[in-house]
Antibody, heavy 120, light 110 residues
Framework: EVLLVESGGALVQPGRSLRLSCAAS????????MHWVRQVPGRGLEWVAG????????YYADSVRGRFTISRDNAKNSLYLQMNSLRSDDTALYFC?????????????WGKGTTVTVSS | HSALTQPASVSGSPGQSITISCTGS?????????VSWYQQHPGKAPKLIIF???YRPSGVSVRFSGSRSANTASLTISGLQAEDEADYYC??????????FGGGTKLTVL
């Protein structure tokens, strides 16, 4: 079964850092680009960042560029999101999502998400 | 502020067809064949239902179809069923090599 499981979400104060992880299983992880997408409860989806299968092609939304870093460890079948200088508007449910091999522009498998709350 | 514009809500009766529009620009929808659509039920993760403008993933009902005209993409659901009631999001690749989502459309089956 293809599975993505996010972890690392927490309640954190503004200005602090947090690292999210996404454990992948059931498919060849190093063949797939990956994305992080977030969703404020009751609101829409917002793309956060994407990374190519080899980790060399990386892109960010303007809202997080310079504060967030996406990375991956193909040996551990894991995706990460390092979030620094957190703000209240970063509060959301964070999903990791898989892209089918050979593609980049859509996501066919999603995790259930991990919740980040930024509040003093 | 979403990069892509969708109607906030649409509704239809069982058996009818509805269409959800998604308007962008020549820098996203109009510039690439990379429009996708996602269905999201409350408390669930999004589910891919259309990719590359018109293609359906395996297992997705043929009642779902996608199209595009200039800078506007559309999702059509025919033969509406109660289980189609959900939120729908469009997405497009952009000229900045990023992805953009629409604000989402809530579909109500009357």
């Amino acid at each position: 079964e293809v599975l993505l499981v996010e972890s690392g979400g927490a309640l954190v104060q503004p200005g602090r850092s947090l690292r999210l992880s996404c454990a992948a299983s059931g498919f060849t992880f190093d063949e797939c680009a990956m994305h992080w997408v977030r969703q404020v409860p009751g609101r829409g989806l917002e793309w956060v960042a994407g990374i190519g299968w080899g980790g060399h092609s990386i892109y960010y939304a303007d809202s997080v560029r310079g504060r967030f870093t996406i990375s991956r460890d193909n040996a551990k079948n894991s995706l990460y999101l390092q979030m620094n200088s957190l703000r209240s508007d970063d509060t959301a449910l964070y999903f990791c999502a898989r892209v089918p091999p050979g593609f980049y522009t859509y996501m066919d498998v999603w995790g259930k998400g991990t919740t980040v709350t930024v509040s003093s | 502020h979403s990069a892509l514009t969708q109607p906030a809500s649409v509704s239809g009766s069982p058996g009818q067809s509805i269409t959800i529009s998604c308007t962008g620009s020549s820098s996203d929808i109009g510039g690439y064949n990379y429009v996708s659509w996602y269905q999201q039920h409350p408390g669930k993760a999004p589910k891919l239902i259309i990719f590359d403008v018109t293609y359906r993933p395996s297992g997705v009902s043929v009642r779902f179809s996608g199209s595009r005209s200039a800078n506007t993409a559309s999702l059509t659901i025919s033969g509406l069923q109660a289980e189609d009631e959900a939120d729908y999001y469009c997405s497009s690749f952009t000229s900045s090599s990023t992805l953009a989502f629409g604000g989402g459309t809530k579909l109500t089956v009357l």
